[in-house]
Nanobody
């Protein structure tokens, strides 16, 4: 079992940047898990943003964030990051990190979730 805690969210202006962190803890090694970032806006479904393999060797991105967002991980620190640049108002949402067996695009493919961190992008 693994526990996940997100941090780094907040209020940012259009075009600004934020760096989200997800700290993991638990009995199982962090490197056993692929990690993903998802977001959910009010009244909308949770959607895939990015994912990274266990070793950090391969990353996957939703088309709408390619070139602007970067996912990375530091297994020595049990932490996954999401660097978000050139943020848009429509990307206002609660951002969640998740741990799973593989880097799937469907939220149901992940076994563990954090509580989320709010990201608000002002117009």
């Amino acid at each position: 079992q693994v526990q996940l805690v997100e941090s780094g969210g907040g209020l940012v202006q259009t075009g600004g940047s934020l760096r989200l962190s997800c700290a993991a803890s638990g009995r199982t090694s962090f490197s056993n898990y692929a990690m993903g970032w998802f977001r959910q806006a009010p009244g909308k479904e949770r959607e895939f943003v990015a994912a990274i393999t266990r070793t950090g060797g391969t990353a996957y991105y939703a088309e709408f964030v390619k070139g602007r967002f970067t996912i990375s991980r530091d297994n020595a620190k049990n932490t996954v990051y999401l660097q978000m640049n050139s943020l848009k108002p429509e990307e206002t949402a609660v951002y969640y990190c998740a741990a799973g067996r593989a880097t799937g695009l469907n939220p149901r493919e992940y076994d563990y979730w954090g509580q989320g961190t709010q990201v608000t992008v002002s117009s």
